[in-house]
């Protein structure tokens, strides 16, 4: 029996990666990337300054050089020594997935959950949501001038429940890629978040009922 597209597709893709593993394959994939962002930098350079040549004729080559060599690592190498090692971290996880079987490599949206714990990851999302909703309306409020004190209660609430749940996804994304086992969410983080939820809640209410 023929082997199906998808199994020749992963092998070769297996295979094709294999050249790309350790540092030394590492390197030799972000080098093309590197070398990319160098012969673009006179793109990104003239987007970001549509003068910078004509400055750069009037002023000392050895004087020039050096913020010459800043803009270029900066605006130019930097972003794409960043999407290398995204890209590399994402094939490379594809690849150990793809030889291990372990579910730790497998992307974080298609990690299985435990019973129950998947209407927990949806309903933070949805206060996570509504919160970031409620930062930004409670910002614009403050602008206005002389606002009472309890104006600022939601933003602070809002901030706090946005610091919480970073941390909320960061450890999830580190739990994720050390444990094979079925992902569910430490209780710390539901009372965290669902207590910060209700003061941004309660903040709202405090807030209509008194000045508005």
Known sequence: MP?????????????HWRGYQGIGGFTRYTLRFLLIGLLLSPVVLTWLNPKIWQ???GARASAALLPMAFLIGV????????????????????????TTEQNRYLPFEKRTWASGEKTW???????????????????????GHNA??????????????ILIHLLYQLFMMWWAEK????????AI??????????????AWGNLFYNGL
């Open 121 to 143: 990851k949806i309903a933070i999302s949805v206060m996570a949501t509504l919160t970031a909703a409620s930062a930004l309306l409670s910002f614009w409020l403050l602008l």
């Open 148 to 161: 009472p004190d309890y104006f600022a209660y939601p933003i602070e609430a809002s901030v706090l429940f």
């Open 179 to 186: 444990h094979d086992n079925q992902l569910s969410i430490p």
């Open 55 to 57: 400055q750069l004729q």
């Open 3 to 15: 082997p199906t597209t998808d199994n020749t597709e992963q092998d070769r893709f297996i295979n």
């Open 189 to 202: 983080f539901k009372v965290a978040l669902v207590v910060c939820f209700v003061a941004v809640v309660l």
């Open 75 to 98: 605006f130019a190498l930097l972003p794409s020594l960043v999407i290398a090692i995204a890209l590399w971290r994402r094939k490379q996880k594809r690849f150990m997935q793809l």
